[in-house]
């Protein structure tokens, strides 16, 4: 069975995604030493920021394109956006928030691996032999396959010294996933 390169790039992502979580306290640590934890902080709202203009002008493009598509892309990320707002206001460790920028990225990286309208499997036995499946909806079996890594993830975690498990980081990873089919699809489209 040979596998494309997009799915290896989803691989080694979220490896990377595994491999990193037992150090983020001590990259946080390090980068508090060096900077104020305000400045810390800053630097994660502002990142926020910088991923919220780049979607806004996105949904800009769309009402100037596409007005149908554009008002249920808006309205859901403005209700993605004022969750998160909420949220951040609630929450007792900012850094938390890095959960959506992450697995935004796993989601998007997801769906682009799989084909539209197929994923070919080819059998390397034979060489002549060639099957396909049809992927009906991406998007679903992408926001599936986030959820069931921000799970792993924080399954992960309850093992680990220096970190937990809690059902408000598996929302931010799978709300983190949503909002980034979201932004694919408004790219896509």
């Given amino acids: 069975m040979k596998i494309s390169r997009k799915w290896t790039v989803v691989f080694f992502y979220t490896v990377a995604i595994f491999v990193i979580t037992p150090y983020l ?5 390090f980068a508090s030493s060096k ?10 709202l502002w990142v926020e920021i910088a991923i919220a203009l780049l979607i806004l ?11 149908k598509k554009a008002i249920l892309f808006s309205t ?19 850094y938390e928030f890095t959960h ?6 796993l989601s998007m990286l997801i769906v682009w691996a799989m084909d539209k309208k197929k994923m070919g499997i080819s059998d390397s036995i034979e060489g002549k032999t060639k099957k396909s499946i049809v992927i009906k909806n991406p998007y679903f079996l992408s926001a599936f396959a986030t959820g069931i890594v921000g799970i792993g993830d ?5 093992f680990l010294p220096n970190r937990y498990f809690t059902v408000y980081d598996i929302f931010l990873n799978i709300l983190g996933g949503i909002l980034g089919l979201l932004v694919f699809w408004g790219i896509k489209r």
């Fill in 154 to 158: 924080e399954i992960y975690q309850h």
């Fill in 25 to 29: 306290p001590n990259i946080i640590r």
């Fill in 35 to 44: 900077w104020s934890s305000f400045g810390v902080s800053r630097f994660v």
């Fill in 76 to 94: 859901s990320l403005a209700g993605i956006f004022l969750l998160s707002f909420i949220l951040y206001q609630f929450l007792p460790n900012p």
């Fill in 100 to 105: 959506l920028p992450e697995y935004a990225v």
């Fill in 57 to 67: 002008i996105l949904a800009v493009l769309f009402f100037i394109h596409r007005m």
